[in-house]
């Protein structure tokens, strides 16, 4: 009998699922390992035949995508009573990824912004005899493993390939990791980095520069030509594809073991490699980076120590 | 008849400078508020950020780090390190709906008893102006 | 009448996003009404509000993550338009390249993953056989490879280029991250190559299975899946159709032009409407007005993607898809075509013209050429960018402060456009194959081949059009002093200051 598993998505872009049909022709190999018994992007299998499975007879539920509403909640409470592992696949679900800015908001504010022409979406409504429902939408977004018990974490935005295949493979073979454990390498993405050799002993910066405003060369470090890079706080496994692009690293495989909250730790990093000592030139120099939040919790906010913007 | 609002403030100060002052306006009986929860670092450069969003989250009004003045630190550089960590952070706390008023950070020296109770009487009075800080919404998923 | 059954499909499988379709049977088993309730939303609009313009492409990528590549470069646009700026050729083609790459991609992916599998292995085949592996255990395994390895292919070209494939990033006002260098162009040129070959076999493989199959050419000529609307999509100068750049076309359901207009112009022809019942909006043509789920010359309602985009072109701009135009229009009766199904036929033709498109700009001597930043030097305000994504017309709409942070994002994304036809299509297909109250599951599928065809995107489609954002238009002399500054408010009302 081979092993079940399934994949299922909450607030999610797709980019998981696009993820693992990125195995190419591996997919074919785990496709012959193991059977897969819910796929919403991929297979035809339905919430009842889920539902209809007995529990704990999934090996393991591979979910992404963060707690957005209802429905997403009372998904991943099926998928945990129905697995013996769950693998919280991805950033978002890891750490409430790009969905997790709303935070910056409430249901209120964002509907108010969405639905403009008087009409609200109900979680109850009737129609000439008609009852219909949609889920809740909560006022914040929040991670798998506020939700659910999480046995595992596979981090990025999406998730690389060799990171996928690593982790089905360690899944199903003899030794399993320690509950808890993020299943990427656990040290900073400098290490990794095509440029690290370009990296200054001790680097400062008199000034942040935005994207659009230089052309940086392609082989020095980013950080050190003055863009907010931040692969010094960010976790490694993604193979640098974004410093290969000529771009920044933007965090999204979240922070190493050692740290409980990713913003707080970049924003330090960060913090660190500016070249001065006067208070208003600091200040002015701390201007020139313009969104701290977007910056620093981009893919982190609603696991972050405060979880969300507090409202009036 | 409601009690009066009365703000939780957690104090990080550093051993060679600011909790000196602190036992300093101890020992000389200078009255100031006693609202502060005081933790002792070995520098005002030892306070990471998320020690700061750790008391937010936990229900703090307000944040207060005392450090050495600029140029009097016990290890060179560290205060100028919480300086430049401090200006970012306030500007992501702002982001978070965290007022200035809530987080400062001050320069005390060890001789500057005195100085304690103004800071300290300061930042509680204008914390009790702003009112007590909006619950954090209830987490819905649990 | 009394209700006495509810039918819920739920989860819809094998397409983007989160959806569910209620059927709702009367007393003698027949459908009274069936609704296709979209539940989720995420609100990107408003948290795009504080973000730095330039940090758009790479987060409004993660609207979706089957088309980032699309939201990415519509973004990209819109930061030419704000800052003002012209990306140098090389970076326009760079830019075409990875789209027309990723065109070829997606929708390979929809042919031999999403929606190819209803034809392939059949709409009333088990569920258990009705996805990709069901598709490579019919067409067998060699076939299943060469999908496989060119769909890596094409993927390793994106993000050799754009630095990933799954949220690229290369997209920067006035140009792209990095320049091209020869060996890369050489990759590109191989593999556009096999693209082309690859769309023909597609091409094979849907005439074999698909039009060799006479019970298909009957459904797909069905008036179960037909609905005459209006159709929309990007044309060049030519009237051919364009993913990457042009005028919007709208064409009527007799075939005739109705209006042609430029991308920034989208907010003044259409609207959109709420329905209490889910989550996604459904656009239509403001002048015609919302006369509810209704198809006819009279109703707003309107299309886009594929079979919209073949519709609404005179042509296409390549020589091997022109002919595959002319044979789709020759055999179906014509333009415009309006059978639904005929969706998966017409992506197949414009699989041809990305692959050609792409061949095109690999052999282009400028694509190498190292200069591919223009630094933008203007304030920012406003910009609109547009694209045809894969799943249709795709416009980004930013709003900045004088540092670019984001103000405003307007995004009428892609499926919303298709979202009253979607639903009309699902109502249509429930009402006329289930009687008696039999629904197996191969009714069932058949009723969610309806939405399939459109390969909607609902993650991007619950994404609103917030109303009327505030606009403004100043007009600069010379030295670049204000002559006259037009605004319209949040009503449509324009002043002139």
């Known amino acids: 009998m081979k092993p079940k598993i399934a994949f299922y998505w909450c607030a999610s872009c797709g980019g998981c699922e696009e993820a693992v049909v990125d195995l190419d022709e591996a997919l074919l190999d785990v496709a012959d390992a193991v059977e897969i018994v819910f796929w919403p992007v991929a297979l035809d299998f339905k919430v009842k035949d889920l539902a209809a499975m007995p529990p704990g007879s999934i090996l393991a539920s591979f979910i992404n995508g963060a707690i957005r509403n209802s429905e997403q909640r009372e998904m991943v409470r099926l998928l945990r009573a129905r697995s013996q592992v769950v693998v919280a696949f991805g950033i978002c679900a890891q750490l409430g990824g790009i969905p997790g800015l709303a935070n910056l908001s409430d249901a209120k504010g964002i509907f108010a912004e969405v639905y403009r022409d008087g009409v609200t979406p109900q979680t109850l409504y009737r129609e000439n005899g008609h009852t219909l429902t949609l889920p809740e939408f909560f006022d914040t977004v929040a991670a798998l493993d506020e939700v659910i018990d999480v046995d595992y974490y596979v981090p990025g935005c999406p998730p690389t390939p060799n990171l996928i295949r690593d982790a089905v493979s360690t899944l199903l073979g003899a030794e399993l990791p320690p509950k808890g454990a993020v299943l990427a390498p656990d040290k900073a993405l400098c290490e990794q980095c095509p440029r690290k050799d370009t990296r200054p002993e001790k680097l400062l910066l008199k000034e942040f520069k935005r994207v659009h405003q230089i052309v940086p060369d392609l082989q020095t470090c980013l950080l050190a030509q003055g863009l907010v890079c931040l692969g010094a706080a960010t976790r490694a496994g993604c193979d640098a594809r974004c410093i290969r692009g000529n771009m920044p690293c933007t965090g999204c495989f979240g922070p190493t073991s050692r740290v409980r909250d990713f913003g707080a730790k970049a924003l330090s990093a960060v913090a660190s490699v500016v070249d001065c000592n006067e208070q208003s030139v600091i200040a002015q120099i701390m201007d020139t980076l313009p969104d701290p939040v977007g910056t620093f919790y981009r893919y982190s906010l609603p696991s972050s120590l405060l979880g969300r913007r507090r409202m009036e | ?142 | 009448m009394e209700i006495t059954r509810t039918v819920t499909i739920e989860p819809v499988t094998r397409l983007e996003g989160h959806g569910r379709i209620e059927i709702f049977l009367d007393s003698q088993g027949s459908v009274e009404r069936a609704y296709f309730q979209v539940p989720e939303l995420r609100g990107f609009e408003k948290f795009a509000q504080g973000r730095p313009a330039e940090d758009m492409p790479q987060i409004t990528s993660r609207i979706c993550g089957v088309c980032p590549t699309a939201h990415h470069m519509a973004s990209t646009k819109a930061l030419d338009a704000l800052y003002q700026v012209t990306p140098p050729p090389a970076a326009r083609k760079i830019r075409e390249l990875v789209y027309s790459a990723f065109f070829v991609e997606d929708h390979a992916l929809h042919f031999y993953f999403l929606g190819g599998p209803d034809f392939v292995v059949g709409p009333q085949a088990p569920a258990s056989e009705r996805n990709v592996l069901g598709v490579i255990a019919k067409v067998g395994i060699e076939t299943g490879r060469k999908v496989i390895a060119m769909r890596r292919k094409l993927r390793e070209l994106m993000a050799l280029a754009a630095g990933k494939a799954a949220h690229p990033v290369f997209g920067l006002p006035g140009g792209v991250s990095k320049p091209l260098t020869v060996e890369d162009a050489a990759r590109f040129r191989e593999v556009a190559d096999e693209a082309v070959d690859f769309a023909c076999f597609t091409m094979d493989v849907f005439e074999k299975i698909v039009l060799g199959n006479s019970g298909y050419v009957n459904l797909i000529l069905s008036d179960t899946f037909t609905h005459r609307t209006y159709y929309m999509g990007l044309v060049d100068e030519n009237n051919h159709v364009n993913f990457y750049d042009g005028a919007i076309r709208v064409v009527a359901p007799d075939g005739h032009q109705w209006a042609r207009f430029e991308p920034g112009e989208f907010l003044n022809h259409v609207a959109e409407h709420t329905e209490p019942w889910t989550y996604m909006k459904f656009c239509y043509l403001k002048e015609l007005g919302w006369k509810g789920f209704s198809e006819g010359e009279d109703s707003g309602v309107y299309s886009v993607a594929p079979l919209a985009r073949l519709n609404v072109a005179d042509g296409m701009a390549t020589p091997l898809a022109h002919q595959a135009y002319l044979k789709f229009h020759g055999t179906l009766g014509g333009r415009p075509v309006h059978h639904t199904l005929a969706n998966h036929w017409a992506r197949v033709v414009e699989m041809l013209y990305a692959a050609e498109r792409m061949r095109e700009l690999a052999n282009d001597p400028e694509l190498t050429d190292p200069t591919v930043r223009v630094l933008p030097t203007a304030i920012p305000c406003e910009g609109v960018g547009v694209v045809e994504a894969p799943r249709g017309t795709l416009v980004h709409h930013y709003r900045t402060d004088p540092r670019g942070i984001i103000t405003g994002a307007n995004l009428i994304v892609a499926t919303q456009n298709n979202a009253a036809r979607i639903s009309m299509s699902v109502e249509k297909a429930a009402k006329k194959l289930i009687t008696g109250g039999q629904v197996p599951d191969g009714i069932l599928n058949m009723v969610e081949m309806a939405f399939r065809a459109y390969d909607p995107c609902l993650g991007c489609a619950t994404h609103s059009l917030p109303g009327s954002m505030p606009l403004s238009v100043q007009v600069r002399d010379a030295a670049g002093a204000p002559l006259v500054v037009l605004r319209r408010d949040s009503h449509g009302t324009v002043r002139r200051e």
């Not at chain 2, 409601?2 to 000196?20: D, G, Q, S």
């Not at chain 2, 952070?89 to 103004?118: M, P, T, Y």
Request: with cysteine.
């Open chain 2, 1 to 142: 008849m409601p009690e009066a609002f009365e703000p939780k403030i957690v104090a990080f100060f550093c051993n060679w400078c600011t909790y000196l002052a602190a036992d300093l306006a101890g020992t000389s009986r200078i009255k100031y508020a006693p609202n502060t929860r005081i933790v002792r670092v070995m520098c005002s450069g030892r306070v990471d950020p998320q020690f700061v969003l750790e008391a937010f989250a936990k229900g703090a009004d307000g944040v207060l780090i005392g450090g050495c003045h600029p140029g009097d630190c016990h290890y060179q550089e560290g205060n100028y390190k919480a300086l430049r960590r401090y200006e970012l952070l306030r500007r992501l706390l702002n982001q978070l709906g965290i007022e200035d008023a809530r987080f400062r950070l001050e320069w005390i020296s060890a001789a500057e008893g005195d100085r304690v109770r103004v800071v300290v009487d300061d930042m509680v009075e204008k914390l009790r102006a702003l009112g007590p800080r909006t619950p954090a919404y209830r987490r819905e998923v649990a």
